[in-house]
């Protein structure tokens, strides 16, 4: 038998992505109420390189899916979702998107409270520790208040109600559920390994990381804000899958309630058409799984196997 593999998804405009082992497949509805597909292999040197086994450096794979895999997605189904009959899925302006998204929320997000607790010293004294610990919870607020946000805008609304058909869908996968809308709608709407709750995690568990830095110069202390982002990030992914394998035990069910709690505001209740979507998009990449299997099982010495049982 197989190795169990963890498959992953995003919401996106009027659609969805999955990402497998090797594959990622994205379903997205055009005008026409149409389902437009389209996958492709996964970058070898990305998600099957050693670094990807490694614990506490694989969490680059999640930075990877959320920032260019990601946007990347995003922007295909943007296109596809306004009517383009070429939609592209790279290209010079994906990768500009994804380099200016990038430094933006590095800006807000990391940068900003930084420079606001340096603009707080200028008049109150304060100690180091009293200093990482406003910093943390301006960070997190930025982070709350940009998610509550959003929520109020139409089509934010629809992509967290496709978001929350991912997760629908996923769910019924790994429970063995018929993946038909009107059973897949009766699963569950959050999920333990959800994208919003890793963002939450990365805010809680920087506060810790920064702390370590000290009170060095205030050039330092940026460069430490951008640098230490893939360390912050491979201990919240360590933390998100054990506490995934582990979440009936009561302890553990504390420390995961905020990040469950926290998709509340990232999901809604999706209608059966997002369902077909979602579904849509986890058959195609379930099918060029099996395809990549049956293919390899073809080589000599290779015994056919299916893909591993599902997971997140």
């Given at each position: 038998?197989?190795?169990?593999?963890?498959?992953?998804?995003?919401?996106?405009?009027?659609?969805?992505?999955?990402?497998?082992?090797?594959?990622?497949?994205?379903?997205?509805?055009?005008?026409?109420?149409?389902?437009?597909?389209?996958?492709?292999?996964?970058?070898?040197?990305?998600?099957?390189?050693?670094i990807?086994?490694?614990?506490?450096?694989?969490?680059?794979?999640?930075?990877?899916?959320?920032?260019?895999?990601?946007?990347?997605?995003?922007?295909?189904?943007?296109?596809?979702?306004?009517?383009?009959?070429?939609?592209?899925?790279?290209?010079p302006?994906?990768?500009?998107?994804?380099?200016?998204?990038?430094?933006?929320?590095?800006?807000?997000?990391?940068?900003?409270?930084?420079?606001l607790?340096?603009?707080?010293?200028?008049?109150?004294?304060?100690?180091?520790?009293?200093?990482?610990?406003?910093?943390?919870?301006?960070?997190?607020?930025l982070?709350?208040?940009?998610?509550?946000?959003?929520?109020?805008?139409?089509?934010?609304?629809?992509?967290?109600?496709?978001?929350?058909?991912?997760?629908?869908?996923?769910?019924?996968?790994?429970?063995?559920?018929?993946l038909?809308?009107?059973?897949?709608?009766?699963?569950?709407?959050?999920?333990?390994?959800?994208?919003?709750?890793?963002?939450?995690?990365?805010?809680?568990?920087?506060?810790?990381?920064?702390?370590?830095?000290?009170?060095?110069?205030?050039?330092?202390?940026?460069?430490?804000?951008?640098?230490?982002?893939?360390?912050?990030?491979?201990?919240?992914?360590?933390?998100?899958?054990?506490?995934?394998?582990?979440?009936?035990?009561?302890?553990?069910?504390?420390?995961?309630?905020?990040?469950?709690a926290?998709?509340?505001?990232?999901?809604?209740?999706?209608?059966?058409?997002?369902?077909?979507?979602?579904?849509?998009?986890?058959?195609?990449?379930?099918?060029?799984?099996?395809?990549?299997a049956?293919?390899?099982?073809?080589?000599?010495?290779?015994?056919?196997?299916?893909?591993?049982?599902?997971?997140?």
């Amino acid at each position: 038998m197989s190795k169990p593999f963890n498959y992953g998804g995003q919401a996106v405009i009027e659609g969805v992505m999955m990402r497998g082992r090797k594959h990622m497949a994205v379903a997205v509805r055009n005008p026409k109420g149409e389902i437009v597909l389209h996958s492709e292999p996964l970058n070898p040197r990305i998600y099957s390189s050693f670094i990807n086994k490694v614990p506490f450096l694989r969490g680059f794979t999640l930075l990877w899916d959320a920032l260019v895999l990601g946007m990347r997605t995003l922007m295909f189904s943007a296109e596809v979702a306004m009517g383009e009959e070429e939609a592209e899925f790279s290209g010079p302006v994906a990768w500009g998107t994804v380099a200016f998204s990038l430094l933006l929320a590095i800006a807000i997000f990391f940068v900003s409270p930084l420079l606001l607790i340096s603009l707080i010293k200028q008049f109150v004294d304060v100690s180091i520790l009293v200093q990482h610990l406003i910093e943390g919870v301006v960070r997190l607020a930025l982070f709350l208040g940009y998610v509550w946000g959003i929520g109020f805008l139409a089509e934010i609304k629809r992509v967290f109600g496709y978001h929350g058909a991912e997760h629908k869908a996923i769910n019924a996968y790994e429970q063995g559920v018929e993946l038909v809308p009107e059973k897949v709608a009766q699963c569950s709407i959050v999920h333990p390994r959800c994208g919003t709750a890793f963002l939450l995690i990365v805010m809680v568990i920087s506060i810790f990381v920064f702390a370590l830095v000290g009170d060095p110069p205030l050039w330092l202390k940026i460069a430490s804000r951008i640098v230490l982002i893939p360390v912050i990030a491979g201990i919240a992914y360590e933390f998100l899958k054990f506490s995934a394998a582990h979440q009936k035990n009561p302890i553990m069910k504390l420390l995961i309630a905020p990040g469950l709690a926290l998709q509340g505001m990232t999901t809604r209740e999706p209608d059966l058409s997002m369902l077909e979507v979602s579904i849509a998009a986890l058959k195609k990449l379930l099918a060029e799984e099996q395809l990549a299997a049956e293919v390899k099982a073809t080589e000599p010495g290779e015994a056919l196997t299916a893909p591993g049982s599902a997971g997140r």
